[in-house]
């Protein structure tokens, strides 16, 4: 879950939760090199008239969106909270599937509803898309051996090695806080190194880690230090939808009151990623 530009080392971490996705350019070009237009936007009377909230979302996204064993039904954290909130507006949900590079502009030109894949709310998205209240939170956070207490803050990190993906942005919260880095292709392989004695640490998003505890239950590793700043995850839609996402904020209010939010977040997390 994954993307961010540093300042300096607290700086760099607070940021890079602050802005966990990234999208790809979302306008195409129009004779002339003009930009097409969006879709507008859709109410809620639109969607409960149509009976059906079409939905964008990658569905090789595991946890959050994906198919069990790789050809079962779609399932995931995003897809049931989406699914539990159509419940709530009275209308049947449909899942279009798409790539992460297509979601934007697959809502922009009302291939789909909503988009629910993780996406980050950043100040440059609220510029030009509307977002639901946040149903997903989460922290950057470094994991040692159960054992290590050299390590209790990203300052521990100088002179350290960490184990990270060169093309993850959390190699840049590494490098920034003085770690030498250990080249690794993922989360598993850095894992691995940790549990050899080969790396001091890793840094990940939480949900990496807390979803990774939910079904491997390592005692070996445990998280040493994490952001104070969090991201956040929301459902997004199209400008003009305002009566549709305030109907989604009530719907989401009322999961969160009956515990069923945090029902499914337990059900991928073993842990509260809701609030």
């Known amino acids: 879950m994954t993307h961010r530009r540093l300042l300096t080392t607290a700086a760099a971490a607070a940021l890079l939760v602050s802005t966990a996705a990234c999208s790809a350019d979302d306008t195409a ?12 936007g859709l109410t809620l009377e639109d969607v409960q008239e149509e009976g059906v909230l079409t939905v964008g979302t990658e569905g090789t996204y595991r946890p959050f969106s994906y198919h069990e064993g790789g050809s079962g039904d779609l399932t995931g954290y995003d897809v049931e ?5 159509a419940e709530k507006l009275g209308v049947d949900v449909h899942f279009e599937e798409t790539q ?25 998205r609220l510029e030009t898309y509307l977002f639901s209240e946040p149903y997903t ?12 207490d050299e390590i209790s803050s990203f300052e521990d990190l100088d002179g350290k090695t960490t184990a990270q993906s060169l093309t993850s942005n959390w190699y840049n919260v590494a490098v920034e ?17 940790l549990e050899q004695g080969r790396v001091d640490a890793t ?15 390592n005692e070996n590793i445990a998280i040493a230090a994490e952001t104070e700043d969090q991201s956040q ?14 109907a989604v904020d009530e719907a989401l209010a009322e999961l969160a009151e009956e515990g069923t939010l945090t029902e499914i977040s337990e059900e991928y997390f073993d842990a509260d990623v809701s609030q």
């Open 29 to 40: 070009e129009a004779g002339d090199d003009a930009e097409e237009e969006p879709a507008p």
């Open 81 to 85: 909270v989406v699914t539990a909130v």
């Open 100 to 124: 992460w590079d297509a979601m934007f502009a697959g809502l922009e030109s009302a291939r789909f509803d909503v988009i629910a894949n993780q996406v980050s709310i950043t100040e440059d």
């Open 137 to 148: 939170v989460s922290n950057g956070v470094i994991v040692t051996l159960a054992e290590n």
């Open 177 to 193: 806080a003085g770690a030498d880095v250990e080249s690794v292709e993922g989360w598993a392989q850095s894992v691995t190194l």
């Open 203 to 217: 840094i990940n998003d939480k949900l990496t880690y807390l979803d990774y505890q939910a079904t491997e239950d």
């Open 233 to 246: 995850a929301a459902l997004t839609f199209r400008q003009g939808s305002e009566s549709l996402v305030e």
